[in-house]
T-cell receptor, first 113, second 115 residues
Framework: KQEVTQIPAALSVPEGENLVLNCSFT??????LQWFRQDPGKGLTSLLL?????REQTSGRLNASLDKSSGRSTLYIAASQPGDSATYLC????????????FGKGTTLSVSS | GAVVSQHPSRVICKSGTSVKIECRSL??????MFWYRQFPKQSLMLMAT?????????EQGVEKDKFLINHASLTLSTLTVTSAHPEDSSFYIC???????????FGSGTRLTVV
């Protein structure tokens, strides 16, 4: 059974710091991995999608890497801002379109000004 | 982009009543939709997979007679919580996965409170 773990569970940093969020999964036979952001009481916003054949994706200050063989992904946030404060969720899908995502418990990030 | 609209965003109902939550894909056809629930400070737990024109597939431990799912068209799936009880209070969120899309798009969620 696929399990997704995110470390740390919570993180507090001052504005401007670069930071790394970690995600690990037990079954390397994934189809893709997706990072989401969730604000309190809100839905999910997709940040980055990495296909199983890819090693990284970048969007603005965000960079996500994927090492499928070791079952790990990292989300790198450069020059953090207070507006980045949210919960970041990592999720994997096992097969082609049609199967659900399996989520980690998330990392709650707080960036202070 | 791919947009999923979920309504209502918040609902309070009395114990024993039923509540319907709608999930619509606005600019794409969603052959498959997923329903999740999320308890405070917990991750999203898959409840069921809904395929257009067929019965939903429920995860272990989810009562199919209590959580009725209908996916009658390529753009609409509904979740009805029947005979709701306070323990059903949670955040429910849908996700759609269309034919031509990579990745998953989520609705904005529904906060259900049963009193």
């Amino acid at each position: 059974k696929q399990e997704v773990t995110q470390i740390p569970a919570a993180l507090s940093v001052p504005e401007g710091e670069n930071l790394v969020l970690n995600c690990s999964f037990t079954d390397s036979a994934i189809y893709n991995l997706q990072w989401f952001r969730q604000d309190p009481g809100k839905g999910l916003t997709s940040l980055l999608l990495i296909q199983s054949s890819q090693r990284e994706q970048t969007s603005g200050r965000l960079n996500a890497s994927l090492d499928k063989s070791s079952g790990r992904s990292t989300l790198y946030i450069a020059a953090s801002q207070p507006g980045d404060s949210a919960t970041y969720l990592c999720a994997v899908s096992l097969n082609q379109a049609g199967t659900a995502l399996i989520f980690g418990k998330g990392t709650t990030l707080s960036v202070s000004s | 982009g791919a947009v999923v609209s979920q309504h209502p965003s918040r609902v309070i109902c009395k114990s024993g009543t039923s509540v319907k939550i709608e999930c619509r894909s606005l600019d794409f056809q969603a052959t498959t939709m997923f329903w999740y629930r999320q308890f405070p400070k917990q991750s999203l737990m898959l409840m069921a997979t809904s395929n257009e024109g067929s019965k939903a597939t429920y995860e272990q431990g989810v009562e199919k007679d209590k959580f009725l799912i209908n996916h009658a068209s390529l753009t609409l799936s509904t979740l009805t919580v029947t005979s709701a009880h306070p323990e059903d209070s949670s955040f429910y969120i849908c996700s759609a996965n269309g034919r031509a899309l990579y990745g998953y798009t989520f609705g904005s969620g529904t906060r259900l409170t049963v009193v």
